[in-house]
């Protein structure tokens, strides 16, 4: 599969980038940004070439891979569509509900394949722990906590000069993560409370289709002491925790270029696919209409 990377950021240098051009099953062919010098400067460091003219890359490739903020993602995302581009995604898949049912109605109108790359849905322990309890069924009760220090005092994270993490916070940015862990297991979410926490930490209450429940804290200004990576279930199986994470995310990455190869060869949607991605953005976009009503509201999209 011929694939174009969108993106020269610290995302798409760190993760995009590498796995594209180490993959097996990939021809890495360019690289577009929006400053055609940074995309020149990632691609010589690959050895493809930087693409100035969107159109021109989309033409030459397979598939695209997108490593750019939520709020330009989408709008790159159909139009690579629309060329006929399979699409590999990063989250949350947009920022409102309509920029995300595009890409979702743009991949079901062209029939392409999509993955979002949610990096605990393609881990090597969390794969098998969530096929496994999802099938089992039966549980009562779900809390996901991820609390990040991105923002911390003494934070060496790379992504802390991030202006869209900034702007949207841990919802928006950890929320994602946590809602692709749940949802599989639980159910789909019907209702959601949000509630503020301090600076950019947000608690929500999730009452799921099935009659399950479950709660998440998310944050990326949580103490460096304090923060954190943790999920449990409770129910007729006893409680279980979702395993920690023991690898980097480029590692993550090769298995979701794995699943959009798998699909685009077999022509079966992805879990992860964009239709989950936008499902996730409708229960995020309710999340925040919940912060601003004060009280629960229900999961949907009415205009």
Request: proline content about 7%; overall charge negative; charged content about 20%.
């Amino acid at each position: 599969m011929r694939i174009g990377l969108l993106g020269t950021g610290t995302w798409a240098e760190r993760v995009h980038a590498p796995v594209l051009a180490e993959h097996p099953g990939l021809e890495f062919t360019g690289v577009w940004g929006r400053r055609p010098e940074a995309a020149e400067a990632l691609g010589a460091a690959h050895g493809v070439p930087g693409y100035a003219d969107l159109d021109r890359l989309l033409a030459e490739v397979d598939a695209v891979s997108i490593a750019l903020p939520p709020s330009v993602q989408a709008g790159l995302a159909v139009r690579a569509a629309e060329a006929g581009c399979h699409l590999l995604l990063d989250k949350p898949v947009a920022f409102t509900v309509p920029d995300a049912r595009a890409v979702s109605e743009a991949v079901r109108a062209h029939r392409l394949a999509s993955v979002v790359f949610f990096t605990v849905r393609f881990g090597a322990e969390q794969i098998p722990w969530l096929e496994r309890h999802a099938e089992q069924g039966g549980w009562f009760t779900g809390r996901s906590d991820w609390l990040g220090s991105v923002f911390a005092p003494g934070s060496t994270s790379p992504y802390a000069a991030s202006p869209w993490r900034q702007e949207k916070g841990a919802l928006w940015d950890v929320g994602p993560h946590a809602l692709s862990v749940l949802l599989p297991v639980l159910g789909d979410a019907a209702q959601v409370t949000a509630v503020a926490g301090p600076l950019d930490t947000v608690h929500l209450v999730l009452r799921h289709v099935g009659g399950a429940s479950s709660t998440l804290a998310l944050s990326l200004t949580a103490p460096r002491a304090g923060g954190g990576i943790a999920m449990e279930l409770r129910g007729e199986h006893g409680v279980v925790q979702l395993p920690e994470r023991g690898e980097g995310p480029t590692v993550a990455l090769h298995r979701a270029v794995d699943a959009l190869l798998a699909s685009a060869a077999s022509g079966e949607p992805h879990p992860c696919g964009a239709d989950f991605g936008l499902r996730v953005v409708e229960v995020l976009a309710a999340a925040e209409r919940s912060l601003a009503a004060g009280g629960p509201v229900d999961v949907r999209y009415d205009g």
